[in-house]
């Protein structure tokens, strides 16, 4: 097994790519060991000090770090805890379906359809490209509250593409929204 890795806008974010499926769908986010106990691949990537933070994409593994270590002293040990996983035959995520997304269940209103197609189609696999992603959580009067996870959460840069592009983009296309702001769970 040859798992690649790719740098992310957020230096204490790496993406690490085993070459074939993570998730089925959607993604699951792990913001700390707690809540990593239903995923043994997240857990057994816990166990390597100094990391603060696991992702997973449909095909790749996010990993966030401390900036108290480096990454040339604990990319071989993740690379380990991934590997061994793989070879385990364990699940990703026990349990039915894994991660997914804490989306509003209910009736959407056909503006908040608009802009969670335009998050689906035009935000979202951008940002899965750099170890990430975006979640819609809700919309009031003109504001669009979405949460950043993976390598978006915490990047130096995750501001201004909240800002500049997504606000950018969604006020283009919906004249409705004159705010985004990002919500920590």
Not at 57 to 86: C, P
Not at 120 to 128: G, K, L
Not at 150 to 172: D, R
């Amino acid at each position: 097994m040859f798992i690649q890795t790719e740098s992310t806008p957020n230096p204490a974010t790496l993406k690490f790519l085993p070459g074939q499926a993570v998730l089925e769908a959607g993604t699951a986010d792990f913001p700390n060991a707690e809540a990593a106990q239903k995923s043994p691949l997240a857990r057994r990537v816990f166990e390597v000090d100094g990391v603060t933070a696991v992702f997973f994409g449909t095909d790749f593994v996010t990993v966030t770090k401390t900036d108290a270590v480096a990454w040339d002293h604990i990319k071989a040990a993740v690379l380990g805890a991934i590997m061994e996983h793989y070879q385990s035959g364990d699940p990703v995520v026990e349990g039915a379906g894994g991660g997914g997304h804490a989306m509003h269940e209910g009736e959407d209103s056909e503006l908040v359809v608009q802009i969670k197609e335009l998050l689906d189609t035009r935000v979202r696999p951008a940002v899965a490209q750099d170890g990430g992603d975006i979640t819609f959580h809700g919309f009031d009067r003109g504001v669009v509250y979405l949460h950043m996870q993976g390598a978006c959460a915490g990047c130096p840069s995750s501001t201004l593409t909240l800002k500049m592009g997504i606000e950018n983009l969604l006020k283009h296309y919906l004249p409705e929204v004159t705010e985004v702001r990002a919500v920590t769970i």
